[in-house]
């Protein structure tokens, strides 16, 4: 085996090394990221959440997060982001799936003939362990060339070993053939990484050497695929029947009939949690009781002797849109314990592993609509915030995908702030006209998707994944996933808010507010059969949506009213900020025809059903 | 015949992968010619649930079509 690379490669001295992290998706590779640098990454354990480099720093050195990635190319952007950041690194910890090394192994291979000086941190022991797995690390060392170390990173053990294995990073023991293939292109291609790229036929490395990329990457894939099972029928030990409850469990969320149940299990669980305590007792308490109850009156206290409450600085300040009055309520009342409730819900669906059966169950209707089954995740996480469901949609596979799962989360999709309002509204109305609303928001959502598909060019990719086994969510992980990300989300939006609640007091002050009332009220009034305070409600809810939804609850509604009314205002225009990301995701021409678009979407189905029933 | 032709629960080996595209991206999973799977559920008009070793991987219909197998005995 060759030892070629070992006297080169010898580590810079500490101080301002490049280190970065990598392996699969959902490994933990966050936690170490988290752990050694101080410094938060969203976690997730979906493929594909991370696309962004997230980086920090260890004493002089830089560390650097990669998305997770199956193997280093050109195949998709995820893979694409790795392989660059990888290519300029000094060192790489690669964490590993210790309960699935024969699938993770191959890109622990591909960073050996890659020749890079590494570290191996076999993370999950512990669940490997409770399933009976037996590994051998020290044989799995010798065999690959590189220090492994075994970690359980979610109990926080391992951490530390790795860290301090850091010093013993080497590059591995690579495959004789491909290192024989790689030491050929050194005389055109300084480095063995980019070299190893360009005989996988990678185009834009061989680009940038102004070679041909060579094509053995089948060939180069299969001897790392040979030389894995190899590794792994050496150093792993299964025991016969491993875990049948949890397979049965996964095998239960994807059949039709039992998957159904499920899902329909999960989402009156998430309804109870989110819609019906957090929504309603929760918020009852921060919202009214704490808020309005404690924190309004003593801020108008303070402000009011110094600027009275009715002048045009009074009236932004502490007035009935003030920004230190009402956005700071809804800021902490009403949207913090909603966005919190929602994460938890998710981390707990990502953590036990049903997100991708999930994923898997609604492939087929996702499809019809010309996405696939992991469009469901941009889509859940729209249901958060249509911000944070836009950016997701990167993870799709094409830019017909993002299109399509884009428009719908911004036409259809409520975010968590409205959700809890309109769940509040429902709950209300009783079940049937509940079932109504939800089944005009889904018709909704198939007629917007089924013509886009039909009109929009190109193909989508299908769904790919693999399945991890189901767990039992831990609390510490769950919480720790809702704080960091929670936090993330409230530090990118708490902005926009400010600024929108500075929009309608500015439009209030001015009458903008009254003149875009009376222009919109006739069409509420004579077409939906609403109120006219309703188009205040509506208008609100172009510069925030919440704004929008909470408008409508202090409004006397008959219960069809309840229903055309939330019905135009789930489908109605994205708010000011969500306009502005879809500005930037998607371009200007894409981003007024989705507002333009949700304009007549929502009066018009608005309008349709209130003729029907009103 | 394909993967969407395979019943629960029926072993099978691969065959023919003539996609490019695909070939690579199983090959990651660890998939090839000659590898031995399991069907381990299908889903109506759906996905195609496939047992490989210790893993679980989900292929949409469209692409599972498009892998030849032969049935094992």
């Given amino acids: 085996m060759s030892h070629s690379c070992c006297a080169a490669a010898v580590c810079e001295a500490p101080g301002k090394r490049k280190i970065v992290l990598v392996g699969n998706p959902n490994v933990g590779k966050s936690i170490f990221f988290s752990s050694w640098s101080g410094m938060y990454a969203d976690v997730s354990n979906f493929p594909g959440t991370t696309v962004e480099i997230s980086s920090g720093k260890i004493g002089e050195d830089v560390l650097l997060d990669t998305p997770g990635v199956y193997g280093v190319s050109s195949f998709n952007d995820e893979e694409r982001v790795a392989r660059d950041v990888i290519l300029t690194a000094d060192l790489v910890v690669n964490v590993v799936d210790a309960t699935h090394l024969e699938r993770d192994l191959f890109l622990t291979l591909q960073l050996v003939d890659m020749g890079i000086p590494m570290v191996v941190a076999m993370n999950f022991c512990d669940d490997a362990e409770n399933l009976g797995i037996r590994i051998d690390s020290r044989k799995l060392e010798e065999l690959l060339g590189v220090p492994v170390i075994p970690t359980a990173a979610v109990k926080n053990r391992g951490l530390k070993e790795v860290f301090a294995a850091l010093p013993l990073a080497r590059p591995g023991l690579s495959h004789p053939e491909v290192d024989q293939a790689v030491t050929r292109l050194l005389d055109r291609i300084d480095t063995r990484p980019e070299a190893l790229m360009v005989l996988e036929g990678d185009v834009v490395v061989a680009e940038r050497h102004g070679v041909a990329p060579e094509n053995e990457r089948e060939r180069i894939y299969m001897l790392r695929r040979q030389r894995a099972n190899e590794v792994v029928a050496a150093t792993v030990i299964r025991p016969e029947r491993a875990a049948r409850l949890r397979d049965m469990l996964g095998q239960l969320c994807l059949h039709p009939v039992s998957g159904l149940v499920i899902l329909l299990g999960v989402l009156w669980g998430c309804y109870q949690l989110i819609g019906v305590w957090v929504a309603g007792d929760i918020v009852g308490l921060t919202e009214e009781t704490i808020m309005q109850g404690h924190w309004e009156p003593w801020i108008r206290g303070l402000i009011e002797p110094v600027i009275a409450e009715s002048s045009i600085l009074g009236q932004i300040l502490i007035g009935e849109f003030g920004v230190l009055t009402m956005t700071i309520t809804y800021l902490l009342g009403l949207l913090l314990p909603l966005v919190i409730g929602f994460y938890v819900a998710l981390s707990i669906l990502e953590d036990s592993g049903y997100l991708p059966r999930l994923a898997t169950f609604v492939d087929r209707m996702m499809t019809a609509i010309g996405l696939n089954g992991r469009a469901v995740i941009p889509m859940i996480l729209g249901l958060g915030c249509v911000q944070l469901g836009t950016i997701t949609t990167r993870i799709l596979g094409s830019k017909r995908e993002r299109t399509i799962a884009t428009s719908i989360i911004n036409f259809v999709v409520p975010c968590s702030a409205q959700l809890g309002v309109i769940f509040g509204m429902l709950a209300a109305v009783g079940f049937t006209l509940s079932m109504t609303y939800a089944g005009v928001i889904f018709a909704c959502l198939a007629i917007v998707g089924t013509v886009l598909n039909k009109f929009l060019p190109g193909r989508s990719s299908a769904l790919l994944i693999d399945l991890p086994p189901m767990r039992l969510p831990r609390l510490t992980n769950v919480l720790r996933k809702t704080v960091i990300r929670t936090f993330f989300f409230m530090k990118e939006a708490y902005i926009w808010f400010f600024a929108g609640s500075l929009g309608v007091s500015l439009l209030q002050v001015t009458g903008g507010l009254k003149a875009w009332q009376d222009l919109v009220s006739p069409l509420t009034v004579n077409w939906l059969s609403l109120p006219a305070e309703a188009s205040t409600a509506f208008v609100m809810g172009m510069v925030r949506r919440d704004f929008g939804a909470a408008g409508l609850t202090d409004l006397a509604l008959s219960p069809w009213q309840v229903v055309v009314s939330l019905v135009v205002i789930t489908l109605f225009v994205p708010c000011i900020a969500s306009l502005m990301i879809l500005f930037k995701e998607r371009g200007v021409k894409e981003a007024m025809a989705v507002w333009v678009g949700a304009w007549v979407l929502a009066f018009s189905v608005g309008g349709i059903l209130a003729q029907i029933v009103l | ?73």
């Fill in chain 2, 1 to 73: 015949m394909s993967l969407t032709d395979l019943r629960h629960g029926q072993c099978a080996t691969i065959t023919a992968i003539p996609d490019e595209y695909l070939r690579v991206q199983l090959l990651r999973f660890g998939i090839t010619c000659g590898s031995e799977i399991r069907c381990h559920c299908k889903l109506p008009l759906g996905p195609v649930v496939l047992k490989f070793g210790s893993q679980e991987i989900a292929m949409g219909r469209e692409i599972a079509r498009m892998v030849s197998v032969q049935a094992n005995r």
